[in-house]
């Protein structure tokens, strides 16, 4: 499985964007970009995935550089709900079956 | 969204006794389901992949006769933890993968924590 690097941590003020970067020098053509958080005490929650186009949903926008070697996670406004641990995972899009490897994340806390 | 359901939240036990923990998709059949073990402070560890009808997959490492893992149907995915030790103890939890879209993603129980005394 292709591997992603994250920072270990970040901080944010609360209601302010938050970009969360995400490196993946040696994904390939077939693999999806997935993020999932967690919150503490619980299971991963997803938040999004893209294969090449930016993507946009309820709880974040994806990112995706053009030679697809990095993507960004975009909180629009942080709130303090939003504390977690966020993982950026390659999932091969040609395998269905395909299982989610989890690195190591990064912790992001939100300040009031 | 799909909802995976995960029993217990939370269970204490003696050193030496088996654990069941239970995985339940509400309102979607999981034909495959997927087991993790977190430890404080680490990342999710994938234990193994749990096929409906077939024996589990393992992942390198995990003993397939200390986590035996049932898929009997295709809502129900159980993790027993057969003689468990305090080195057992781990936050343990499931996710299942739903049947439709493309490259579809997966959806997480709430996780149980296991201490082994």
């Known amino acids: 499985d292709a591997k992603t690097t994250q920072p270990n941590s970040m901080e944010s003020n609360e209601e302010e964007p938050v970009h969360l970067p995400c490196n993946h020098s040696t994904i390939s053509g077939t693999d999806y970009i997935h993020w999932y958080r967690q919150l503490p005490s619980q299971g991963p929650e997803y938040v999004i995935h893209g294969l090449t186009s930016n993507v946009n949903n309820r709880m974040a926008s994806l990112a995706i550089a053009e030679d697809r070697k990095s993507s960004t996670l975009i909180l629009h406004r942080a709130t303090l709900r939003d504390a977690a641990v966020y993982y950026c995972?390659?999932?091969?899009?040609?395998?269905?079956?395909?299982?989610?490897?989890f690195g190591q994340g990064t912790e992001l806390s939100v300040k009031p | 969204g799909a909802v995976v359901s995960q029993h217990p939240s939370r269970v204490i036990c003696k050193s030496g006794t088996s654990v069941k923990i239970e995985c339940r998709s509400l309102d979607f059949q999981a034909t495959t389901m997927f087991w993790y073990r977190q430890f404080p402070k680490q990342s999710l560890m994938l234990m193994a992949t749990?096929?409906?009808?077939?024996?589990?997959?393992?992942e390198q490492g995990v003993e397939k006769d200390k986590f035996l893992i049932n898929h009997a149907s295709l809502t129900l995915s159980t993790l027993t933890v057969t003689s468990a030790h305090p080195e057992d103890s781990s936050f343990y939890i499931c996710?299942?993968?739903?049947?439709?879209?493309?490259?579809?993603?997966?959806?997480f129980g709430s996780g149980t924590q296991l201490s082994v005394l």
């Open positions: 749990s096929n409906e009808g077939s024996k589990a997959t393992y």
């Open positions: 996710s299942a993968r739903v049947p439709w879209g493309a490259n579809e993603k997966l959806f």
């Open positions: 995972i390659l999932r091969d899009g040609g395998n269905q079956g395909g299982k989610l490897i």
